[in-house]
């Protein structure tokens, strides 16, 4: 049996490939896993029979045989651990590749999520203009230390790995801001990873999706 993941049926970033299992469908695609989804309403996703697979009523879910799993960033991991094409060979490689993993989640994504949130509920608060400067310059500092860290290096490691799937859909909430195009190495990164055939079915599909809702 194929493994089902869950999505939302009516995406909040309206087709732009930004729902967290974005990267999940990515690694599927990456290593040639057939899944199957499904698509679960905001209500349905807060009822106990998802609870049970998401404590936080949140999205994706991974059903793989008897093991259920949430958390975009572990489940890329089992992907890339239990299927090749996503992880080095080698155990310091391996290591590194899932340190990375760690990094995107933990030390970009928060200042990035941040961000977003401050544009969706604060715009209207008369020290927005101030906070917002303050959190891109936080978001700076760490795609400036990313961009040192690439150099002109392709990818996180040697080879594409999972820490580049997971590090791509962070940087890509920043779309529009600005922000990536400030680091021409990281604009090039997300857009080397968005050229991916593999990246580009897992888009369609999620797209797919949307357009489908609103027709």
């Known amino acids: ?8 049926a009516q995406s ?7 729902a967290r299992d974005m990267a999940v469908r990515w690694a599927l695609e990456e290593v040639g896993q057939p899944y199957d989804v499904r ?27 008897t093991l259920t799993l949430f ?3 572990a489940i890329v991991l089992y992907i890339a651990d239990t299927r090749p094409g996503l992880l080095p060979g080698d155990a310091d490689a391996r290591a590194r590749v899932i340190a990375w993993m760690f990094a ?25 203009a101030e906070r917002l400067k303050m959190l891109d310059d936080r978001v700076r500092t760490r795609l400036g230390d990313l961009a040192n ?21 962070v940087l890509r909430r920043l779309g529009g801001s600005g922000l990536l195009e400030e680091e021409p190495t990281i604009s090039d990164y ?24 609103t027709t």
């Open 12 to 18: 909040p970033d309206r087709g732009r490939g930004l």
């Open 190 to 213: 997300v857009a080397q990873g968005e050229a991916r055939p593999a990246f580009q079915r897992a888009f369609e599909a999620q797209r797919a999706v949307f357009t489908a809702a």
């Open 149 to 169: 860290y690439l150099g002109s290096h392709d990818w996180l490691e040697r080879e594409f790995s999972a820490a580049d799937v997971v590090m791509v859909t």
């Open 39 to 65: 698509l679960l309403s905001f209500a349905a996703m807060k009822e106990p029979a998802h609870r049970r697979l998401q404590p936080f009523g949140q999205i994706p879910t991974f059903e793989d045989g």
């Open 1 to 8: 049996m194929n493994p089902t993941i869950t999505g939302f």
């Open 104 to 128: 995107a989640k933990s030390t970009l994504e928060p200042p990035v999520v941040e961000r977003s949130m401050a544009l969706l509920f604060e715009a209207d608060r008369p020290w927005h």
């Open 71 to 73: 958390e975009s960033a």
